[in-house]
């Protein structure tokens, strides 16, 4: 049985498998999950990832969640080329330290500025509180400061000069907040630098097709029947508003 990747291109870590998969040559059958469908609590799904999130994989009789064990299990699997989880002692700790700050940093903080932009007006019919924005701001402003002063430094990728596990995860969750119109590098030299080297290492046509349909996102909301989202309004309302 070919590898199974249950992917959803909306979700950030979904991307990053699948940006990973494709550039490492990996070969894997797309199974295609609809989040915004609710297909994560299907049945079927559940027997593949009881978590009920995207990204998850099946190898023979083998399923596995969390994208970073993913992609991990995937590298060694695969022994894709070193760069990307580095055997050198420091530099994977500088890899595995990116992953381990992002989870509730970046990766909360440019989600619930898409949601709170995009999606949760529309499941409301109205706008957020201003003073909710502006401190969802505020964090989102804190951690790109961070990625560029205490991730990035000087140097061009995280762990160094090449590109690795952390830059494709930062990336990704990096783009989420742009697909609500909010333009992250506009006065940030330095991430907009970062960003060009790593959308050049993993491949300008691979880059630009996996986050198409996050920076077609707006339109995509403007054109859906918001009814579609109540079933996530709770869940959603409780966790970033
Ligand atoms: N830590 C997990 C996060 C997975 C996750 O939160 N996936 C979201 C999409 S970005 C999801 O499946 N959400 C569906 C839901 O919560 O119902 C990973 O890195 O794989």
């Not at 299907?42 to 596995?64: Q, S, T, V």
């Not at 401190?135 to 951690?143: I, K, N, P, T």
Request: charged share 25%; glycine share 6%; hydrophobic share 45%.
């Amino acid at each position: 049985m070919a590898l199974e990747l249950y992917l959803d291109l909306y979700s950030q870590p979904c991307r990053s498998v699948y940006i990973f998969a494709k550039r490492n040559n990996i070969k894997f059958d797309f199974k295609k999950i609809s989040l915004y469908g609710g297909e994560q609590y299907a049945e079927e799904f559940g027997k593949i990832n009881m978590i009920r999130k995207a990204p998850a994989m099946r190898d023979g009789d083998f399923c596995l969640a969390e994208s970073i064990a993913i992609m991990t299990y995937l590298s060694e699997k695969f022994q894709t080329p070193d760069h990307w989880y580095p055997a050198n002692i420091h530099k994977r700790a500088r890899v595995n330290e990116y992953l381990s700050w992002q989870h509730t940093a970046i990766r909360m903080q440019g989600s619930k500025v898409f949601w709170l932009r995009l999606l949760i007006p529309k499941m409301l019919g109205e706008e957020v509180p201003k003073e909710k924005m502006a401190a969802a701001l505020e964090d989102l402003d804190g951690s790109l400061k961070l990625i560029e002063e205490k991730f990035l430094e000087e140097r061009p990728f995280v762990a160094g000069d090449e590109i690795s596990l952390a830059d494709l995860v930062a990336i990704v969750e990096v783009m989420q907040p742009v697909g609500s119109g909010l333009n992250v590098f506009e006065g940030r030299p330095k991430l907009s630098a970062w960003r060009d080297r790593v959308r050049a290492a993993i491949g300008p046509e691979l880059f630009d097709e996996t986050h198409q349909i996050i920076l077609n996102a707006q339109e995509m909301v403007n054109t859906m029947d918001g009814s579609t989202l109540q079933a996530f309004k709770p869940k959603i309302l409780r966790l970033f508003l």
